[in-house]
């Protein structure tokens, strides 16, 4: 049943993948600063909750506006809300919700790139036409058309990244199915009398994981980026939820009170944004995935 | 070239039936009753009532779907519940005011990203291309929001050069808007310029290595010929698309530029839209801002195939 693995399969098969992926991720101080802050956002989301000073809806009214200080390392709002506490609480929002969001459309999506350009005919035109048609929609105009009517919730937001990233991933999907389809270790496959799933799985799904694995990392970025302006818009999880890009939102309001207040979420975003690019962008290069133009 | 536009024109056809489609299941069958999302919970049920026989909420879904598509190609958009304006004057003055926006931001983005992307492949591997390289991923990163915020506290409340406000008169000609609508147009230039540069980047470097380039250096032809006449004429070919696709990004941007700066763009009354719960006035935004996408797409398949004989012959 061994089949001759594609060269795909050789750069993410093998005892030592991990370790080798890993080590090409940080041998570019780009990548390498990048992974790196991922993962301690990663962390700040996981024990947030454990070492914030103050809980995100916590007011102390009496200490309200007061600028960055030892005791308060970002400031408070107008509200007397403790910043630091709120952007740490905040991180595991954005990381999860986009986080969730970005896992399920890769999966959906590779699925739905898989079986239907494996399948080919009918099923893929119907498919794709309207994933064109999904994606000739804007994002940011379909995130907002549906929450606007399904009304805002983190439920809804996550529904809103599979709907506006599975057509993308399913895309990406497809151009290198179509590559390897014609491939003779996957016709070879076939003639063995391989079950259809056995050869998605054992024979092109490896073929399709390195641009997988770079997609899902845009993916990610994209879903964070989606989030903030949604929530900056004022369209996405509701006050007083500790969400960075309501925190802007609200915040702008009194940025000449406490442009501290603005200023935390707002650079936790960036960073966060650019690290994740940043970690796409070695993840790409580690892998050797070249992405053409969507 | 006429079996190639003809094409296109249909495969744009189909894409925006089903993209109407869409927009009419998000916004009519999704939510269930639209009625109760438009007036809220606490409506009576007469009022619900003629809410649903206005808007013809009564009648089987595939009637409605066909009646508003065929109202609106007719140019009936209907009234603006929140405004109870007539909602297709409304829209075309936004869509006019969004189009200058765009319109400002792509003369700025193009050309300098173009600029930007072959000085970095021309100089690729030292000290220029890594500038440029790091400072559009990280530009990339940034939302429109914060580049906005941090634009408007340095060009207008320390520097006072610009107006932090956009909110320009309906009667305004370009010229008197220009100063407003310079911090918005450069906030939605970030977000385009690195991912165009990039592209540039890639595909002047691509076009660098190959073998008719070396020839034109080799038979003795001055560096900046060889560019221009040479390299930038195959490498910007895929520009093109880019900045296409750019146009999606670019709506989605200027959704939340519009909101930074309260320019009174498609984009702000979007968000007003949804706040209102304005059924009429959303489907009919949403349909003119796909409609500006796709044509968008169109003008640079067409564009392509112009400049590229292999496409449009093959």
């Known amino acids: 049943m061994t089949t001759s693995p594609s060269p795909g399969a050789l750069a993410t098969r093998g005892p030592h993948a991990f370790g080798r992926a890993l080590r090409a991720l940080f041998a570019r101080p780009g990548s390498a600063i990048g992974t790196s802050l991922v993962a301690g956002f990663l962390l700040l989301a996981a024990v947030g909750p454990l070492i914030a000073p103050y809980g995100a809806n916590e007011q102390v009214f009496a200490e309200a506006r007061q600028p960055p200080s030892l005791a308060r390392p970002f400031g408070t709002d107008h509200l007397g809300r403790d910043v630091f506490s709120r952007v740490l609480l905040g991180a595991r929002d954005i990381v999860s919700v986009a986080g969730l969001g970005s896992l399920v459309a890769v999966v959906l999506g590779a699925a739905a790139g898989l079986l239907t350009s494996y399948l080919g005919g009918l099923v893929e035109e119907l498919t794709f036409r309207f994933f064109d048609a999904l994606l000739a929609m804007p994002a940011l105009l379909l995130a907002l058309l549906l929450l606007g009517m399904l009304g805002p919730s983190r439920a809804n937001v996550l529904i809103v990244l599979t709907l506006a990233y599975v057509p993308i991933v399913a895309r990406v999907v497809r151009s290198v199915v179509l590559d390897v389809k014609s491939k003779d270790y996957v016709a070879a496959a076939r003639m063995q009398g391989e079950p259809l799933p056995a050869v998605l799985l054992r024979d092109v799904l490896p073929a399709v994981l390195p641009a997988l694995a770079v997609e899902a990392a845009l993916r990610f970025s994209y879903a964070i980026f989606l989030v903030a302006s949604l929530g900056f818009l004022g369209a996405g999880v509701q006050p007083p939820s500790p969400d960075w890009g309501l925190m802007i939102r609200e915040a702008r309001t009194f940025a000449s009170l406490t442009p501290w207040a603005l200023a935390a979420p707002a650079v936790a975003i960036s960073v966060l944004v650019v690290a994740v690019n940043l970690m796409a962008e070695g993840l790409a290069r580690a892998l050797q995935v070249t992405r053409g133009v969507r | ?314």
Request: charged residues 15%.
């Open chain 2, 1 to 314: 070239m006429t079996r190639f536009l003809a094409r296109r024109l249909g495969y744009l056809l189909v894409t925006l039936l089903v993209t109407s489609l869409l927009i009419f299941l998000i916004t009519q069958l999704l939510p269930g009753d639209v009625a109760r999302v438009i007036l809220g919970r606490e409506a009576s049920e007469p009022a619900l009532q003629a809410l649903r026989e206005r808007l013809g909420l009564t009648r089987p879904a595939p009637v409605q779907y066909l009646t508003w598509l065929v109202a609106f190609l007719r140019g009936d958009w209907g009234t603006s519940f929140a405004t109870e304006q007539a909602i297709r004057p409304l829209v075309l003055e936004r869509l006019g005011n969004s189009l200058m926006l765009a319109g400002l931001t792509l003369a700025i983005a193009v050309p300098l990203a173009i600029a930007l992307g072959v000085a970095a492949a021309l100089r690729a591997g030292r000290w220029p291309d890594a500038v440029i390289s790091v400072a559009s991923l990280a530009v990339v990163g940034l939302p429109e929001f914060v580049t906005g915020l941090v634009l408007i506290e340095v060009f207008a409340f320390r520097l006072r050069w610009l107006p932090a406000n956009a909110s320009i008169a309906p009667e305004a000609g370009f010229l008197e808007a220009l100063p407003m609508l310079i911090l918005p147009a450069l906030t939605a230039t970030l977000v385009l310029l690195a991912y165009i540069a990039r592209l540039t980047r890639a595909s002047v470097l691509e076009e660098l290595g190959r073998a008719y380039v070396r020839t034109a250096v080799l038979k003795g032809l001055p560096p900046r010929v060889v560019l221009v006449r040479h390299v930038l004429r195959n490498a910007l070919l895929p520009t093109v698309t880019v900045v296409a696709i750019s146009v999606g990004w670019l709506i989605s941007g200027l959704i939340v530029v519009e909101n930074v700066f309260n320019y009174p763009g498609l984009g702000r009354l979007l968000t007003f839209a949804i706040d209102r719960r304005d059924v009429p006035l959303l489907q009919a935004i949403s349909l003119v801002a796909v409609l500006a996408f796709a044509l968008a797409n169109l003008v640079a398949d067409v564009l392509y195939a112009v400049l590229n004989p292999r496409i449009r012959l093959g």
